[in-house]
């Protein structure tokens, strides 16, 4: 089975800091891979799907990239409203999820 | 607007069986694949299940193969997740959740929790 292992598991930064998020799979899954987003309380949101498409209605501020392995979730500019847990999703193969990031504000 | 209703959660006993629903509107339901997927407290998700469009092909975990069916009634616009024989690991937020073309999951329900306790 492919494993999905995200860093870090606790990230804190600043209003308007670029943030980036990583997450490695343990054999290539050829960009099938998605970004969620969880609010404390609240369903995940899809945020980027074929590891660097944005889905509608997200703001420009995620992007999504990398291939093979290793790909990364960057917020541009940090907002508030940007507190959440951060999901990465393998769908090659079967679906799993990674372990988690959870972005607080510093 | 996609809307994903999940129903039917609760306390239930080890042993015994809970079978719950997830309503869908705003889209043609019977053009999309489906699945369902679970947060225990305080962890992260993990796929449940999936379900093709039609209902022709199934996929499950291995922690809940021969416990647990997916079924689907399209005409209905309705997505079901049958448990049977829960245990205490099976306690979590259950999700129900729409596939898009390239089986992400791109709109999610608002949850129903499981506790399976005694």
């Known amino acids: 089975d492919i494993q999905m292992t995200q860093s870090p598991s606790l990230l804190s930064a600043s209003v308007g800091d670029r943030v980036t998020l990583s997450c490695k799979a343990s054999?290539?899954?050829?960009?099938?891979l998605a970004w969620y987003q969880q609010k404390l309380g609240e369903a995940p949101k899809l945020l980027i799907y074929?590891?660097?498409s944005l889905q509608t209605g997200i703001p420009s501020r995620f992007s999504g990239s990398g291939s093979g392995t290793d790909y990364t979730l960057t917020i541009s500019s940090l907002q508030p409203e940007d507190v959440a847990t951060y999901f990465c999703?393998?769908?090659?193969?079967?679906?799993?999820f990674g372990g988690g990031t959870k972005l607080e504000l510093k | 607007e996609v809307q994903l209703v999940e129903s039917g959660g609760g306390l239930v006993q080890p042993g015994r069986s809970l079978k719950l629903s997830c309503a869908a509107s705003?889209?043609?339901?019977?053009?999309?694949?489906m699945a369902w997927v679970r947060q225990a407290p305080t962890k992260g998700l993990e796929w449940v299940a999936t379900?093709?469009?039609?209902?022709?092909?199934?996929y499950y975990r291995d922690s809940v193969k021969g416990r647990f069916t997916i079924s689907r009634d399209n005409a209905k616009s309705t997505l079901y997740l049958q448990m049977d024989s829960l245990r205490s690991e099976d306690t979590a937020t259950y999700y129900c959740?729409?596939?898009?073309?390239?089986?992400?999951?791109?709109?999610w329900g608002q949850g129903v929790m499981v506790t399976v306790s005694s």
């Open positions: 959740a729409r596939q898009g073309l390239d089986h992400y999951f791109d709109y």
């Open positions: 074929d590891a660097n």
């Open positions: 379900i093709s469009y039609d209902g022709s092909s199934t």
């Open positions: 999703q393998k769908y090659y193969s079967g679906w799993t």
């Open positions: 705003g889209f043609t339901f019977s053009n999309y694949g």
């Open positions: 054999q290539s899954i050829y960009n099938s």
